[in-house]
């Protein structure tokens, strides 16, 4: 997608997309046939930038047709470079700023507390992001709320676009800070499927706090070059690139259709 | 013969309460001032309703897109200076760009404000959402306007932005009347063939007493009360031009941006030849003082409408 699109942000998107592929595919109640179901379960993606990894699951699931994930970024085509409610099914909340997700889906708990739904929101937020203080109102927000429907899911790849997260603007304790502002806060591989859909089971059934899943990632995940390579934050593969990721991504599943 | 007086604010806030018994989709949030605003009378009727979002005004606009999303109908309320430019991203991505159904209701706008200085008295709130695709932008000239505007805006689906000021203001329509008011159809309230001050909020009322100074000199003056700043009543601006002599705009705003840019706009584009003056803050920052006091300082006093408009027909 990124290849053809000339731009894009693949570093971010493959930290991010094992954790949203266990959410659509493994854990949440939605249905692509209704994405306008009250009762559905809501997923953001805060770090809007992971546009390609959120488009690539939404197709899979069948919110549209695969095809369209050709056009990313294209003129009249559907999908944006960063993510749009309205125009695009299956995207909730307009993305690309940094900072305004963990709001947006504080308010869809606000939303269904008030409306008395079971629904469950979920809300993915860069590492980097966090440098954000709009992040840290709404922290303290959904804490004050008692919003136990809300999870958010932190990437924690510990690299931004100026370098590393701890040289750019401290972030440690990550855990700590989280907890100090009223949060259950739960630590995991993030690219390990089940430690994902375990830790999401778990803080499904916390009471009275929002809980925050610290998802150890690794930043181009999958394709040896782009991992923890800071270069590959905004920057799409080149030819040469492409192929050599590409050449990984089909050995890693043919090993994977072995193994099944 | 003294006027009227009551609170454009105090009347929102009762709205609200009588909006909320008919539409149990409404909710308000406010970021400590609801006191201020007047959302706390909602909040007493309705406290599962309205959402106390303390001083965190970019998390305040953000949740009020997340609430539209689920259906609600949202007023997020707060100072015009932290309604807008504070927030101006967050109204940007999540109410403009994402259509969300957030109706932003400022109040404290403009110099009136008085004694806090500049720093509270915003003046470019109405620039910053008028270029906001999406956005349909008001200011309500008094009390029984504000109730029939935020009526509108709970029916009408789509972001919108309203900005009262802080002081109580004349009664320049009597409550019950404008059940016929309709957003971007602006209304001519005084008649006259020489010259048409079009303005909004608290400058319709200073435009009446101008008129009558100027009557007392032969000047016969049309007043438009231009309510809604986007979409701007177009026909009507045209109409102005081709049967006054001139146009002079009056806002409590930066002469940059406003109403004064959206008439301007729509004069230059349509070919109209009639004399034309922006009458509002100079591009500047203003100070604390009374009112009045920053009016006659400012340029906003009714001396001041009455000189521009002489100097401007003689011209």
């Known amino acids: 997608m990124l290849f053809r699109a000339k731009s894009g942000h693949p570093g971010g998107s493959l930290s991010a997309v094992d954790a949203i592929v266990a959410l659509y595919f493994h854990h949440m109640n939605h249905n692509p046939h209704k994405p306008d179901d009250p009762n559905r379960d809501r997923f953001i993606l ?102 136990d429907n809300l999870t958010g899911l932190l990437d924690r790849n510990f690299l931004q676009i100026d370098g590393h997260t701890e040289d750019v603007l401290r972030l440690e304790s990550v855990r700590e800070r989280w907890s100090s502002f009223g949060w259950n806060v739960v630590e995991i591989d993030g690219h390990d499927i089940s430690q994902i859909i375990d830790a ?41 690139e492409y192929k050599l990721a590409m050449r990984e991504l089909d050995a890693l599943q043919r090993k994977l259709e072995v193994a099944q | 013969m003294s006027k009227e007086m009551v609170n454009p604010r105090n009347a929102y806030g009762e709205t609200l309460v009588k909006l909320g018994k008919k539409l149990p989709n409404l909710v308000v949030l406010d970021a400590d001032l609801s006191k201020s605003t007047k959302t706390i009378i909602f909040a007493k009727k309705y406290p599962q309703r309205f959402f106390e979002m303390g001083i965190a005004e970019a998390n305040m606009i953000s949740t ?43 109040t404290h706008g403009g110099i009136s404000v008085g004694k806090d200085g500049a720093s509270h008295q915003m003046i470019e709130d109405i620039a910053l959402m008028r270029v906001l695709p999406n956005m349909k932008v008001f200011a309500p000239s008094d009390a029984t306007q504000t109730q029939r505007i935020v009526e509108c805006m709970a029916k009408e689906y789509g972001p919108m932005y309203a900005r009262v000021g802080r002081a109580s203001a004349p009664l320049i329509y009597k409550m019950g009347e404008l059940k016929d008011l309709k957003i971007g159809k602006g209304i001519q309230i005084k008649s006259g063939e020489d010259v048409s001050i079009i303005a909004c909020g608290t400058m319709v009322d200073y435009s009446i007493d101008a008129r009558e100074l100027l009557l007392k000199e032969g000047i016969k003056t049309r007043v438009i009360d231009m309510h809604t700043i986007k979409p701007i009543d177009k ?81």
């Open chain 1, 46 to 147: 805060s770090k809007g930038h992971a546009a390609p990894a959120l488009y690539a699951v939404l197709a899979e699931c069948g919110y549209f047709d695969v095809k369209e994930l050709k056009n990313l970024r294209e003129i009249n085509c559907m999908l944006q470079g960063h993510p749009v409610c309205k125009n695009i099914p299956g995207v909730e909340a307009s993305t690309g700023s940094l900072g305004h997700g963990l709001s947006f889906a504080s308010g869809t708990a606000l939303a269904g507390k008030l409306d008395k739904r079971n629904y469950k929101v979920y809300v993915m937020l860069g590492d980097g992001e966090t440098d954000e203080g709009q992040i840290w109102e709404a922290a303290s927000a959904a804490s004050h709320y008692k919003l």
């Open chain 1, 200 to 240: 999401l089971n778990k803080t499904n059934g916390h009471r009275k706090q929002p809980s925050m899943i610290i998802l150890n990632t690794v930043k181009g995940k999958g394709v040896s070059f782009m991992e923890n390579n800071v270069d590959f934050h905004g920057v799409p593969p080149n030819e040469l």
């Open chain 2, 64 to 106: 009020a897109a997340g609430l539209a999303s689920c259906g609600k109908i949202v007023f997020a309320s707060t100072f015009a200076v932290f309604a807008t430019g504070r927030v101006y991203d967050q109204v940007r991505m999540d109410v403009a760009y994402s259509n969300a159904n957030v109706k932003i209701f400022a």
């Open chain 2, 235 to 315: 026909n009507l601006i045209i109409k102005c031009a081709k049967e006054t002599n001139a146009i002079i705009t009056l806002e409590e705003h930066s002469i940059i941006g406003g109403l004064g840019s959206a008439v301007s706009e729509i004069l230059a584009e349509n070919k109209c030849s009639c004399g034309f003056k922006r009458m509002g803050i100079q591009d500047i920052f203003c100070e604390s003082g009374e009112p009045n006091e920053l009016f006659a300082k400012y340029g906003l006093s009714t001396n001041h409408i009455v000189k521009t408009t002489k100097k401007l027909l003689a011209a």
